[in-house]
């Protein structure tokens, strides 16, 4: 079977990794991709916001599966353009990306279906929203209610800044995602993600992780797309999995049947757990970037049967088999990110340091002139399995230094509470 990946991070490239094992696949393509993705898939120019444009190179490809890594081309209905056109596609339905695409959506579900979550509030206009936070304990936490790139919550510690953030949401600061905000109450606790596949009306556990959000050192700083990951998610036990399986997992995909929306993909739930058991923080409707590396580092058998199975609503025969030792990758970024930074350095020694237990995976670098270069934010995911989160960050780290990028960094802390927990 003919495959086509859409997406250019180091989500895809895990992705490709996989996929490229498959006794299924013939040939693999990707829109764009990477310099890594070059190496694994046949990567084309193709404007992915031009769903005739995709269909069009499907069908000159012979493509029987079209797999989309990011969620604008989801929230921009690609997956219901390719079934109508007869071509499989992984991932929602516009109508059920609508779980990421707007917050208040999700909330409104949580609130028909009783799925544990913070309380919340919705407003249009400053001053409504200004009146509740006067009144309201902090933090609080204000949300712009669509795709901000993950950068529209903020956590405001006092009125003042929670009025500011009232503010920049209204006037633009996130453009059209901020028209609508929520102002949802502080949960605190210990967060994990957990990804499942649904088909409609089974989903399966892929696996959990934790992210680490954060630019800096022990958490801190500017948020990012993501500087690193693990999996398993410690905090996540046997009575945790169940709970989020039956008071938020099944509950979500029976709501969405009820509105003519059955989800299928990979949902992904950050959750925030303390003694009170899991609450929904927020949903995503596709894997995460850099998570998705860690479970894909993990997964062990073939990827495409199991995503076919969630196109064709089969979940109920498939497993999924992990491999027990956890997994942590290393987000190395060019200097500067989340702000801006320099594109075209050149990186150097990232060739050749993949092994069974250790994998680079790429996200912005290209080839240029035969140099291997960084042309986006995050560049490389270092990433390595052990026995232990402690091992698996120290090979992953072992490889970091071997890479010679002087405009390039990463945190050195990655997995840092679950190291410090095996250590306890
Ligand atoms: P989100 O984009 O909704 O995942 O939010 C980004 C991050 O903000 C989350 O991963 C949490 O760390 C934090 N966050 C969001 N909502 C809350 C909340 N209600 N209470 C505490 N932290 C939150
Ligand atoms: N790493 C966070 C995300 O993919 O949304």
């Known amino acids: ?25 013939d040939k693999l393509y990707c829109a764009p991709g990477n310099a890594g993705i070059a190496n694994l898939a046949n990567c084309v120019e193709l404007d992915v916001a031009d769903h005739a444009a995709v269909l069009q190179f499907c069908k000159t490809h012979n493509v029987k599966l079209v797999v989309v890594g990011p969620e604008v081309p989801l929230v ?3 997956v219901d353009d390719l079934e109508k056109a007869g071509i499989a596609a992984f991932g929602p339905s516009a109508k059920a990306a ?54 529209g919550v903020i956590i405001a510690q006092t009125v003042m800044e929670a009025s500011n953030a009232i503010d920049d949401c ?13 102002i949802e109450d502080f949960l605190s606790g210990e967060e994990a993600s957990m990804f499942y596949l649904c088909d409609g009306g089974t989903a399966l556990l892929l696996g959990t992780a934790q992210d680490h959000k954060r630019v800096g050192e022990g958490d801190t700083g ?35 049947r009820e509105m003519g929306a059955p989800f299928k993909g ?16 927020e949903y995503n409707v596709r894997f995460g970037d850099p998570e998705c590396q860690v479970l894909m580092m993990r997964l062990e058998g073939d990827l495409l049967p199991l995503l076919m199975a969630t196109i064709d609503a089969s ?30 350095t050149v990186i150097s020694g990232a060739d050749d340091l993949n092994g069974d237990n250790c994998q680079i995976f790429h996200a912005g670098t290209a080839l240029q002139d035969g140099n291997l270069v960084a042309i986006g934010g995050r560049v490389l995911n270092i990433t390595a399995r052990g026995n232990s989160v402690g091992e698996a960050q120290a090979r992953a780290y072992r490889m970091v230094d071997r890479i010679d990028w002087p405009e390039g960094f990463c945190r050195c802390d990655i997995g840092w509470r679950a190291i410090a927990r095996e250590e306890s």
């Open 222 to 256: 500017p948020n990012t797309g993501g500087m690193g990951a693990y999996s398993p998610a410690p905090v996540v036990d046997a009575k945790i999995e169940r709970q989020v399986m039956d008071e938020i997992i099944l509950p979500t995909l029976e709501g969405m």
């Open 1 to 25: 079977m003919n495959v086509l990946l859409i997406g250019s991070g180091g989500r895809e490239h895990a992705l490709a990794w996989k996929i490229v094992q498959s006794p299924l696949l």
């Open 76 to 78: 921009n209905g690609l």
């Open 98 to 151: 609508a779980l990421e695409g707007s917050k208040t959506f999700t909330k409104q579900l949580c609130d028909r279906k009783n799925i544990p979550t913070a309380q919340y509030q919705d407003f249009n206009n400053a001053p409504k929203a200004k009146a509740y936070v006067r009144n309201h304990s902090m933090p609080v936490v204000i949300k712009a209610d669509g795709l901000a790139a993950g950068k």
């Open 266 to 281: 990979v949902l992904y739930a950050g959750l925030m757990i303390d003694g009170d058991g899991p609450k929904l923080i």
């Open 315 to 344: 979940l109920t025969d498939q497993q999924v088999a992990l491999n027990p030792d956890p997994a942590l990758t290393v987000v190395m970024a060019s200097n500067g990110y989340p702000g801006s930074y320099a594109k075209g």
């Open 170 to 182: 209204f006037e633009g600061e996130f453009g059209d995602a901020g028209a609508e905000i929520i």
